[in-house]
């Protein structure tokens, strides 16, 4: 059986997990490859308008294995943890893709409700049915996907650069290089180096968080703004580039509260979709490490 797994949403975290899981229940599995030029233009084809560009390109995705598997991994994630929730558009993706795309094979569509060991061994023993019903191989099988999951995180840290500019927003903004035009090889040949979210403590996160008059009940609006907020007071770097999806309602609350609790720390927002030009980007960027570069050189001859 051919598992086709869209590299689209949050691939680059899930992915050493989902594709250990299936392989040891016997499955093969097919990754789409790379979000390219050809890739958008389907996903924008066969997606709504109103639809965030991560959603136009996982169309794009799961468009592209249609025809090439048996069936299609869209992980609809709902919770990751207690009391909180992924954006409203995650819990429809099935529903979006499968009406939008004609022609998909079965898709494995379990929710995923909750990273506790019980929930994540039901979504086990439903996803992995396609494949297999011994409950044993599926437990083995889990079990191998989490150790391996463990310590395969994405994460940017550069340390030979005397600037660094700190990339926060979804992960599929920022570990995407079509959809952020290569924006770490940008900064890299500015000479400014790139730091993520991933750097920051997780107990720093939710301290940040924990100050908020009300914590937001989206995941990962608590990581970006608790990121954000700590790198900005500890100085892990120089900037935030902040890397938004156009129409995504969590980035236009985080970022005003982001905003509201950094004060002057330098802080740009970049929004992207199927319309951002580079030329614009790249000006936008050398203009935001120029002012990086000057405030350094001034706090340089201060000192
Ligand atoms: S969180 Fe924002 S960028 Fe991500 S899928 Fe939802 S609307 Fe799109």
């Avoid at 943890?81 to 998909?104: H, K, T, W």
């Avoid at 914590?215 to 990962?220: A, D, H, L, Q």
């Avoid at 990581?223 to 969590?250: H, M, P, W």
Wanted: aromatic share 10%.
């Amino acid at each position: 059986m051919i598992i086709g797994i869209p590299q689209g949403l949050l691939y680059s975290k899930y992915h050493t997990f989902a594709t250990t899981f299936f392989e040891e229940l016997g499955a093969e599995i097919l990754v789409s490859p790379d979000t390219n030029k050809q890739i958008l233009d389907e996903g924008v084809h066969f997606c709504v308008d109103e639809a965030c560009l991560p959603m136009k390109i996982f169309h794009g995705l799961a468009a592209w294995l249609r025809d090439k598997c048996d069936a299609i991994l869209i992980p609809r994630f709902i919770s990751i943890a207690e009391r909180e929730y992924i954006c409203p558009m995650f819990c429809g993706l099935i529903e979006v893709v499968s009406n939008d795309i004609p022609q998909l094979p079965p898709l494995i569509d379990t929710p995923v409700l909750s990273l506790s060991d019980e929930k994540l061994f039901e979504w086990a023993r439903s996803a992995g049915g396609c494949v297999t019903h011994n409950e044993s191989k599926i437990a083995a099988a889990l079990d191998t996907a989490l150790q391996k999951q463990r310590g395969s995180d994405p994460g940017f840290y550069d340390t030979e650069y005397p600037l660094k500019i700190a990339l926060v927003g979804h992960m599929y903004n920022i570990y995407d290089s079509f959809i952020n035009m290569d924006i770490k090889k940008k900064l890299n040949q500015l000479g400014i180096g790139v730091v993520t979210a991933e750097c920051v403590d997780r107990a720093d996160i939710e301290s940040e968080v924990a100050k908020l008059f009300k914590k937001p009940f989206w995941t990962f609006a608590q990581e970006f703004y608790g990121s954000a907020v700590t790198i900005s007071k500890t100085q892990a770097a120089d900037g935030i580039i902040y890397l938004s999806s156009f129409s995504c309602g969590i980035d236009s609350i985080v970022i005003e509260l982001i905003q509201n609790e950094i004060g002057d720390f330098p802080f740009m927002v970049l929004k992207l979709d199927e319309h951002t030009g580079e030329a614009g980007a790249d000006t936008r960027i050398e203009a935001f490490s120029d002012m990086l570069k000057r405030r350094c050189r001034i706090g340089r001859n201060l000192s």
